[in-house]
């Protein structure tokens, strides 16, 4: 049986994650959550890891979201659970120790579109469409899709976006802001692993200091947003790294962090 996710590690500090259930549109079953959960905790315990990008397998689909099927026999405690179990996953992603890029190869629906929020980063194939639909199912964003939207797009076109349940192009994706950059579908992984290069070369501690700051900062008010920023800011600031920083600028070279 082939793995249910495909992992590998860069010679660069970049770890590549891929959702590999292209026959059912890499949908979020129990057991691939459990291997993607293995593969993150297995990430985040690794160092020399600087960048993550998550993918998914084929040309049809990032992630459907939800296993349909699987959830078909389910009374409904059980759809509670897996919809907790898919959540929970989610959270982990974005609690990672360093950027985490969605390099959205195809369709994003539902809790697939929520797992892509829970990256820092999302790049999309021109084309791929994407949307959480779960109303049209009677249903809602249960992963995290009505919270990690609205903060990212606002208020108004997260409602529009749930309340129709309609997918959108990545097109209009990038101009709402749901996604930051767009590709041709040929150059999708070249430019997803370009930019993580690009992450990857800088300070590690850095890079995590920086995500923190960002992601509990901007649930707080301006004032209380600061104080994390300076207290992520004085992490930095005993480490080996900086002055290995410094010191390449002075010898205009490229510096070479070793994350401590």
Not at 56 to 82: I, N, P, S, Y
Not at 94 to 123: Q, T
Not at 131 to 142: D, H
Not at 182 to 200: F, G, T
Request: proline share 4%; glycine share 8%; net charge negative.
């Amino acid at each position: 049986m082939a793995p249910l996710i495909n992992y590998s590690v860069t010679d660069n500090h970049i770890a590549v994650v891929t959702l590999n259930r292209p026959e059912a549109m890499n949908a979020l079953s129990a057991p691939l959550l459990d291997e993607l959960n293995a593969y993150i905790e297995k990430i985040n315990n690794d160092d020399t890891i600087r960048t993550t990008i998550i993918t998914g397998a084929g040309q049809k689909a990032f992630c459907a979201g939800a296993d349909l099927k699987e959830r078909k026999g389910m009374t409904e405690k059980q759809v509670v659970q897996a919809v907790e179990k898919i959540s929970r996953t989610i959270n982990n992603i974005e609690s990672m120790n360093m950027p985490v890029i969605a390099a959205m190869n195809g369709a994003a629906f539902g809790g697939g579109l929520e797992l892509a929020l829970g990256c820092d980063i999302r790049i999309a194939a021109t084309g791929v469409k994407m949307g959480l639909t779960e109303t049209s199912l009677a249903i809602i964003p249960g992963a995290g899709g009505t919270q990690r939207l609205t903060r990212l797009i606002g208020t108004g076109q997260a409602k529009k976006l749930i309340f129709t349940a309609e997918p959108i192009p990545a097109e209009e994706a990038l101009k709402l802001g749901v996604i930051e950059q767009i590709s041709d579908p040929s150059q999708l992984w070249e430019e997803a692993y370009s930019l993580a290069a690009q992450v990857a070369k800088n300070g590690p501690i850095a890079l995590k200091q920086a995500k923190a700051a960002i992601n509990k900062g901007i649930q707080t008010d301006l004032s209380t947003g600061l104080c994390i920023e300076r207290l992520c800011y004085n992490e930095t600031i005993p480490t080996d790294d900086r002055i290995e920083g410094l010191q390449a600028f002075k010898e205009k070279r490229e510096p070479v962090y070793q994350g401590k």
